[in-house]
């Protein structure tokens, strides 16, 4: 299992690593703001099987 992903922030263009928690349930969804510029993102985490993971970032709406 992937123990790491990683998305690229819209708003500083870094790419940010997140660590994969599986405990957490197949489809996954939190707020997290980007260690490099501080702006705020939904992440989403999609685990399809035991070595496909898909993250995606968006900004966290006002």
Do not use: F, R
């Amino acid at each position: 299992m992937m123990n790491e992903a990683s998305y690229v922030c819209d708003s500083c263009g870094e790419e940010i690593v997140i660590p994969i928690d599986i405990t957490a349930g197949h489809s996954q969804q939190y707020v997290e703001d980007c260690p490099v510029c501080c702006h705020p993102h939904v992440v989403h985490v999609e685990i399809l099987d035991e070595e496909n993971v898909q993250v995606w970032a968006e900004p966290e709406s006002d």
